[in-house]
């Protein structure tokens, strides 16, 4: 079975510095890898995702990720935040078989506290 | 835009009471989920079903059953509720396929309190 780990509960970053959020996964196939964005009190947002080609995907608001499979990594990266980044950040993988028996598995997420 | 809703953004219920949470997409997609989310614990997967009728249990399925009677519809239903099972319930869809029955579109969650 794929897991994912997430090695910050909380980074704190200050508004316009560079935002790197770590994500590491094992899976014994190619995976398929998902950022999603949780801002308080709402749901999750699919902020990137990547499932084959380019290993650096682009995603909504201004973030990529870069999927390195010599590391199982899947980063996520900003070169400046904003206040409205503060949010949580799940990384999570899917089985590349296609089946969908096992749903996705999440990271238990980063919560980004953004400094003035 | 893939629109998911659940019945309620709140809801508080007596340990023993039968809860159901509703949830309905908008975009004709076979695949539907329910997620619990707990701090420190991120989310973890309850139930989820391929099509109407269908049924398949998750990583945590226990005190929970689902009903998927019409497609746009998947309701999970907490037998007798207890206190163990607050939480944040989040629904999600998806497409068919091999990567996008992977790419899940999120509901906006059921903060559930058993008192």
């Known amino acids: 079975a794929q897991s994912v780990t997430q090695p910050d509960i909380h980074i704190t970053v200050s508004e316009g510095a560079s935002l790197e959020l770590r994500c590491n996964y094992s899976?014994?196939?190619?995976?398929?890898l998902f950022w999603y964005v949780q801002s308080p009190g709402q749901g999750l947002q699919l902020l990137l995702k990547y499932f084959s080609g380019d290993t650096l995907v682009q995603g909504i608001k201004g973030f990529e990720a870069e999927f390195k499979r010599s590391q199982s990594s899947f980063n996520l990266r900003k070169p400046s935040v904003h206040w409205s980044d503060a949010a949580e950040y799940f990384c999570?993988?899917?089985?590349?078989?296609?089946?969908?028996?096992?749903?996705?598995?999440f990271g238990k997420g980063t919560h980004l506290i953004i400094q003035p | 835009d893939v629109k998911v809703t659940q019945s309620s953004r709140y809801l508080v219920k007596r340990t023993g009471e039968k809860v159901f949470l509703e949830c309905v997409q908008d975009?004709?997609?076979?695949?539907m989920f329910w997620y619990r989310q707990d701090p420190g614990l991120g989310l973890r997967l309850i139930y989820f079903s391929y099509d109407v009728k269908m049924k398949e249990k998750g990583d945590i399925p226990e005190g929970y059953s689902v009903s998927r009677e019409k497609k746009e519809r998947f309701s999970l239903i907490l037998e007798s509720a207890s206190t163990n099972q607050t939480s944040m319930y989040l629904c999600a869809s998806a497409a068919p396929g091999a990567g996008s029955l992977h790419e899940q579109y999120f509901g906006p969650g059921t903060r559930l309190t058993v008192t």
């Open positions: 999570a993988v899917g089985a590349g078989s296609g089946g969908g028996a096992d749903g996705l598995t």
């Open positions: 975009m004709d997609h076979e695949n």
């Open positions: 899976y014994g196939a190619t995976p398929y």
